[in-house]
Every structure is written in structure tokens, then in C-alpha cells.
């Protein structure tokens, strides 16, 4: 199905689009329209530049209360699988990827049923002071609202403490589908789409910039999607405080969505480029290569995408539910899969501050 002449030329015309024209780039089936419209927003925002960073993944616990359907990572306390980082596994994943000159560490957890909030300040604490010039990117809205409930403080609270004791910004994980419905079937035990929402909005209250994202190919419609954008779209306007959205394939190897099959590469690039278009506000895109692989990440950058998030240094989360990419890649893979896609690389901080071009 063709997108129609009225809306590619909203589009062409930089005017905002409504729900009813998010909902007919769904529909359609024209993939290289969607890209080359999708590529031209991307060239007006961030002209042939793609970014990167040096990152690593820390995920200090799998156990986790809320064991959400589409989570393969999760397990319950006892399992064999379970396992909990101390403060010098924390500190000693990190010396180790030192010497791959990472800028942030990026660190999400399960929602541990007995470790207090403490456990995760003492944590932000720690890597403060162990190592002062990362930048700490850590915790989901979701894990944010699990602290406020645990803690009895209001979330702002939480916020506050995490921030003095080093918290950089707030990763975009959790935002699965901002659907009720989905969630209420898939993850019942974890923040409703609108605290979800309500974490975001006091987050960019107090200075704390983050991402924003969706987990798509699983249960979802396509209303569902178009809803969870304009949620976004919505909260930026209000805040301007989301840096980079980055939509995320589902990937159901040992989750309880077994029988869903994986998104295939026509419809990463499609979500890819919607996104692109539903969201005039926010201005990167994120192809996130751990969930999309190298190679279609690579194409990402021909429909609406400029980043690829970064070297990562061991992930574990979407390698639980199959993922068949490697852990982590080096800077030159990176450099080199930008370059030969006919864009220019630049390494960035997490705040999108430019720290070497290639």
C-alpha cells in the first residue's frame, strides 16, 4: 500500500503528523518511500553525521519480582540462574573495560525483591567515586518507580538521592508499550504506562535527560504503536527532555512468547522510519545493533536513524531471549559499518557532546 500523496506532503512541508497519517505509514508497504522520506528528516536534523559511544553494560541482578512475559533475563530468587553483583564485581567490570576508553556506564537491573534502595545508591556512590569521569546512566523508569515503593519515597525523592550521589541520566528501557492493555497482560507487576510516563516527566524536571523506547513484534497493534509515539511526542513537548528514542525488536527465544516470531528486517526499517516521522521533536534515532544486528542496523542508517549506540562491552538482557549478536563490538567496527553506509562517524558522550570525528 502507497502512504498518501497528503501525507508526504505534510512531511515534505515539515508539518507535525496526526494520529490518522502515523496510523497510514503503518499501513503502508512502500518501504523505500518510508526510508527516503524518513532519511530526508534525518538529513535536516543531523545532515550525514551517525553516532556512537563507549559504553558498558552492567546489569547487576536478574532476579526480579515483577517477571514480565516478553523478559527471558528474569528469574526468581533460587533459581540456579540467579545471580547478584557486589560493589567490587560492579567496580571490576568496569576496570576491565577501561581500556576500550568507554565515556558511560549503562546499568538496568531486575526488581529485586529484598535488596533496599540503598543497595542501588551505594552502587551510583561507588562508581563515582571509583571512576569520576564516567558519565552514570542508570535505571528505568520503571526500576525508579520500584524504589519509590520500596523506599516509601515520592519518586522526586529517589530521583534526588540517586542524582547527588551521581546519577548522569535516565536510560529509556521499560516503556515496552505505553498500552494498558499490553501491559496488563504482559507485565502486570511493573509501573502502569503512566507512571511510567509521570518518572520521565520528573526525571527531565530535575535536569536528568533519557531516552525513550518501544518493544515491538510481539502482541502490540498498530493503533498501539502510533498511541505510544504521540505519548512520547507529547511529554517532549511538555519537557524536551528524551535525547534519542530507540525502537527495539522483540525477540521471544525463552520467553513466554515463544510461538511469536521475530521481527524480520522489513519491519525493524519500517518502525525505524515511522518513528522518525511521528517524532518532529526528538532528534536522534537510535538503531539499537544489539536487538537489530549489525547489518540491518546499518541499513537503519538509510531510514531515519543517526546513532548505533555504542561499544557496550557485554549485554545481557536480549541475549537471554536468543539474541545471536555478539556482547559487545570495538570502536573500529563501529566506525567502519557508519563509514562504508557513506556517513561520517563521531563518537559522542551520552549528552550528545561531539568527541571525535572520523
Known amino acids: 500500500m502507497n502512504i498518501p500523496e497528503t501525507v508526504i506532503s505534510k512531511i515534505e512541508e515539515a508539518q507535525r503528523l496526526s494520529r490518522e497519517d502515523g496510523l497510514a505509514l503503518m499501513r ?11 532519511r530526508t528528516v534525518k538529513q535536516q536534523k543531523t545532515g550525514d553525521t551517525v553516532f556512537f559511544n563507549a559504553n558498558c553494560h552492567v546489569n547487576l541482578t536478574n532476579v526480579c519480582s515483577a517477571r514480565c512475559g516478553f523478559c527471558a533475563f528474569s528469574c526468581d530468587p533460587g ?47 561507588a562508581i563515582r567515586r571509583g571512576f569520576p569521569s564516567l558519565h552514570i546512566k542508570a535505571f528505568t523508569a520503571v526500576e525508579i518507580q520500584y524504589f519509590s515503593k520500596i523506599s516509601g519515597l515520592p519518586v522526586e525523592d529517589v ?30 507487576n511493573k509501573a502502569t504506562a ?47 527532555g528524551f535525547q534519542t528514542f530507540i525502537p527495539l525488536p522483540f525477540h ?19 518502525i525505524c522510519s515511522v518513528s522518525r516521522l511521528m517524532l518532529d521533536n526528538i532528534d536522534h534515532i537510535k538503531a539499537y545493533w544489539i536487538m537489530t544486528g549489525l ?46 553506509a557513506g556517513c561520517v562517524p563521531v563518537q559522542r558522550d551520552t549528552l550528545y557532546n561531539s568527541l571525535e570525528t572520523f
Open 295 to 340: 547489518k540491518v542496523a546499518q541499513m537503519a542508517l538509510f531510514f531515519g536513524a543517526d546513532d548505533v549506540d555504542g561499544t557496550v562491552t557485554e549485554e545481557k538482557i536480549t541475549h537471554a531471549a536468543g539474541a545471536d549478536t555478539a556482547v559487545g563490538v570495538s570502536r573500529d567496527t563501529l566506525i567502519h559499518l557508519i563509514k562504508e
Open 194 to 240: 503512566g507512571e511510567w510516563l509521570d518518572v520521565m516527566r520528573i526525571a527531565h524536571g530535575l535536569g536528568l535527560k533519557s531516552n525513550a523506547t518501544l518493544l515491538f513484534g510481539h502482541v502490540e497493534s498498530n493503533e498501539e504503536i502510533i498511541d505510544h509515539l504521540l505519548l512520547i511526542r507529547d511529554l517532549q513537548d511538555e519537557t524536551g
Open 159 to 188: 530521583l534526588i538521592q540517586l542524582k547527588e550521589a551521581g546519577l548522569g541520566s535516565l536510560p529509556g528501557g521499560g516503556a515496552e508499550v505505553l498500552s494498558d492493555r499490553i501491559r496488563l497482560n504482559l507485565c502486570p
Open 79 to 125: 533459581d540456579p540462574r540467579a545471580y547478584v553483583m557486589a560493589e567490587e564485581d560492579v567496580l571490576d567490570r568496569i576496570r576491565a573495560a577501561q581500556s576500550a576508553g568507554i565515556t558511560e556506564v549503562h546499568m538496568v537491573s531486575g526488581l529485586h525483591p529484598d535488596k533496599p534502595f540503598s543497595y542501588y545508591c551505594d552502587m551510583v556512590r
Open 252 to 270: 521471544p527465544e525463552n520467553t513466554t512468547l515463544t510461538d511469536t516470531t521475530k521481527p524480520a528486517a522489513f519491519e525493524i526499517l519500517k
Open 28 to 38: 503502508s508497504t512502500d518501504i523505500l518511500s518510508l526510508g527516503r522520506l524518513a
